[in-house]
Structure formats: structure tokens, C-alpha cells
């Protein structure tokens, strides 16, 4: 019988063969796990920059509502009443410095109070119209000394009476009367105003 090369040889080829194949195939199955991994990985960083995108552009949107919110609630007040305020049914001193939104701020060219005593009338009054509180503070407009300051009063009502800080000399005063409002509904501050007056004390 006549043998052709050599039996362990072929063997071995084969087997190299059959390994290399299946080494093959599993770099190829790794470098799929690979890609995939990858991929993935990729996919993950594009979602997660558009999420921040999306929340970036949501916050800039929202930003300043949030803001508005905030200052409102800094700016809104509890009603505090003030207790010598009463109804008011005769004549409304001229407005000033007619309507701002709305709003009626009283005039007041001069008020007369006697010298070397605190108490004084002065008529601060809240039109009916208005809609919002009014509080008043007197100002001395030489040093900035505040001789008076009242309480919220409802439209309609008005202080006929206070008692100054203070008594003043015989003389002439250039003052201010300082009306701060604030909204009926929300409570939150709304625009006020300066009144220039003249003390006449004597």
C-alpha cells in the first residue's frame, strides 16, 4: 500500500486550519462588540448634550417669569392698616401730578401747623377711585428727617390728625409728602409718588 505524505501532518493543517478559522471569526464577533460598544457610547453623548441643550433653552425661556415671580413676592406687603384713618366725604384736595395708571395723587401747595407743638391737621387722603392703598410720609427736605409716617389707608379714607416727631419753629419749611402704594388685589407695590409742599409754621 502506497502512503502519500504524512497522516499527522494532514492532521495537524487541518486542526491549524479549523483553529484559525474560529480565531477569526471571534475577532470579527469582538470587533462587532466593539463598533456596537461604540456606538452606543456616541449615541449616549448626543442624547445627553441634546437633554442640556433642552434644558438650557427651557430655562433661558422661563428665566425671566421666574425672576418677576420672585420680585413680586419680595414686594408684596400684609395690609396694615392704619386706625386713624376715617371716612372721607367732603372735597378731594386737586391732584397733583394728575393720573399715573390709574391712580390719583392728592396736591398739596402748603399746609399750615402751629409752632412748637406735635400735634398737627393735616388732611392725607386716599380717593375713592384709587385701587390700591396709600401709606404718607412727611419730609423735611433740608436734612431728610421724616416727621411723620402712617400706616396702609383704603381708598376713600383719610388721616385727619398726626402727631410729628418733633415740634418745629416759627418759619417756612420745604417739605415732601412721600406716597408709596400698594395693589389692592396682590398687595405688591405699585408706583408712588413726591409731593413738594410748603410747611407753614406759626
Same mark, same amino acid.
Given at each position: 500500500?502506497?502512503?502519500?505524505?504524512?497522516?499527522?501532518?494532514?492532521?495537524?493543517?487541518?486542526?491549524?486550519?479549523?483553529?484559525?478559522?474560529?480565531?477569526?471569526?471571534?475577532?470579527?464577533?469582538?470587533?462587532?462588540?466593539?463598533? /456596537?460598544?461604540?456606538?452606543?457610547?456616541?449615541?449616549?453623548?448626543?442624547?445627553?448634550?441634546?437633554?442640556?441643550?433642552?434644558?438650557?433653552?427651557?430655562?433661558?425661556? /422661563?428665566?425671566?417669569?421666574?425672576?418677576?415671580?420672585?420680585?413680586?413676592?419680595?414686594?408684596?406687603?400684609?395690609?396694615?392698616?392704619?386706625?386713624?384713618?376715617?371716612?372721607?366725604? !367732603?372735597?378731594? $384736595?386737586?391732584?397733583?401730578? #394728575?393720573?399715573?395708571?390709574?391712580?390719583?395723587?392728592? !396736591?398739596?401747595?402748603?399746609?399750615?401747623?402751629?409752632? #412748637?407743638?406735635?400735634?398737627?391737621?393735616?388732611?392725607?387722603?386716599?380717593?375713592?377711585?384709587? $385701587?390700591?392703598?396709600?401709606?404718607?410720609?412727611?419730609?423735611?427736605?433740608?436734612?431728610?428727617?421724616?416727621?411723620?409716617?402712617?400706616?396702609?389707608?383704603?381708598?376713600?379714607?383719610?388721616?385727619?390728625?398726626?402727631?410729628?416727631?418733633?415740634?418745629?419753629?416759627? #418759619?417756612?419749611?420745604?417739605?415732601?409728602?412721600?406716597?408709596?402704594?400698594?395693589?389692592?388685589?396682590?398687595?405688591?407695590?405699585?408706583? !408712588?409718588?413726591?409731593?413738594?409742599?410748603?410747611?407753614?409754621?406759626?
Amino acid at each position: 500500500m502506497l502512503y502519500i505524505g504524512n497522516r499527522s501532518s494532514c492532521s495537524q493543517r487541518r486542526n491549524g486550519f479549523i483553529q484559525l478559522a474560529f480565531e477569526r471569526l471571534f475577532t470579527m464577533e469582538e470587533k462587532k462588540t466593539s463598533a /456596537h460598544k461604540k456606538g452606543l457610547f456616541i449615541a449616549v453623548g448626543i442624547l445627553c448634550m441634546l437633554l442640556l441643550m433642552g434644558a438650557g433653552v427651557f430655562t433661558g425661556m /422661563h428665566y425671566q417669569e421666574w425672576m418677576d415671580a420672585r420680585y413680586a413676592e419680595a414686594e408684596r406687603v400684609t395690609p396694615e392698616l392704619d386706625d386713624a384713618a376715617q371716612d372721607w366725604t !367732603g372735597a378731594a $384736595p386737586p391732584s397733583k401730578n #394728575g393720573e399715573q395708571q390709574g391712580i390719583k395723587i392728592p !396736591g398739596y401747595a402748603s399746609i399750615s401747623i402751629p409752632a #412748637g407743638e406735635t400735634d398737627a391737621k393735616i388732611l392725607l387722603l386716599n380717593p375713592e377711585e384709587n $385701587p390700591c392703598y396709600f401709606s404718607f410720609e412727611l419730609i423735611l427736605d433740608e436734612t431728610g428727617e421724616s416727621l411723620f409716617t402712617s400706616k396702609m389707608v383704603e381708598p376713600g379714607k383719610a388721616i385727619q390728625e398726626e402727631t410729628l416727631s418733633r415740634a418745629l419753629e416759627a #418759619g417756612e419749611y420745604d417739605a415732601t409728602i412721600k406716597i408709596s402704594t400698594y395693589s389692592l388685589d396682590t398687595n405688591t407695590q405699585m408706583n !408712588g409718588a413726591n409731593v413738594k409742599t410748603k410747611l407753614l409754621v406759626g
